[in-house]
């Protein structure tokens, strides 16, 4: 049996702390399909979301030694924590293509606001929906996050291994080293409380 196949993926984060390069190559080949699905997901386009994991891995090299197995009595997932680098650096992507967009948009004589929300929508201009998308794909990425922070422990954790890493629940109930029936009740009541969590902003899940 090939001994590396042995190896966590917590030992290998911790190794990567200690500089071994080898083992850093060991976690992009474990972890970058799944990230990258992450990033695809969150940006919808191939080429940005390859540019933020470039970003994140890069970023999970110098920040490997501030990785901790649990934060307060909760454990914390070494899965999780590379997933939470991606989705940050995605978030700073979406913000930085909405403002991009806006300075970009030439000035228009005239303007009005929306009564609504009193955003400033550039009258005449093909791009202001464009930049206001995004700026709504990332308010609505942030409230996401918002809402799974919120969640209990065991919900939080068997979502984000069903959904981001994109495990089946016997995976993550092996993952997790917990009966398969209290996974499916934990994903199932997860989901509830995220629904409710979003619709109590405005948000349709």
């Known amino acids: 049996m090939n001994r590396n196949i042995l190896i966590t993926l917590q ?16 976690i992009y080949e474990r972890t970058h ?4 699905g992450v990033a695809v997901r969150l940006l919808g386009n191939e080429q940005a979301a390859e540019d933020v994991l470039q970003e994140a891995y890069v970023s999970i090299w110098k920040n490997a030694a501030s990785y901790r197995s649990s934060v307060e009595g909760q454990e914390i997932q070494p899965i999780t924590w590379l997933i939470a680098i991606v989705r940050n650096k995605a978030l700073d992507a979406l913000r930085s293509r909405t403002r991009r967009s806006a300075h970009e948009q030439p000035q228009q004589p005239q303007q009005h ?3 609504e929300d009193d955003i400033e929508v550039p009258q005449g201009t093909d791009t202001a929906p464009g930049a206001l998308q995004l700026f709504e794909q990332a308010m609505q990425a942030l409230r996401i996050e918002g809402c799974m ?12 291994l069903a959904y ?6 016997t995976e993550v109930a092996a993952q997790m080293n917990a009966p398969l029936g209290s996974v499916k009740a934990w994903i199932r009541r997860g ?4 629904r409710a969590c979003l619709s109590a902003q405005g948000v349709t899940p």
């Open 33 to 36: 399909l799944h990230l990258f």
């Open 164 to 169: 981001y890493q994109g495990l089946s629940h």
């Open 11 to 26: 030992d290998l984060i911790a190794a990567a702390a200690r500089g071994d390069h080898s083992a850093f190559a060991q």
């Open 191 to 194: 989901l509830d409380k995220l």
């Open 149 to 160: 922070a919120a969640l209990d422990g065991s919900f939080r954790q068997s979502l984000a």
């Open 113 to 115: 606001f929306d009564a």
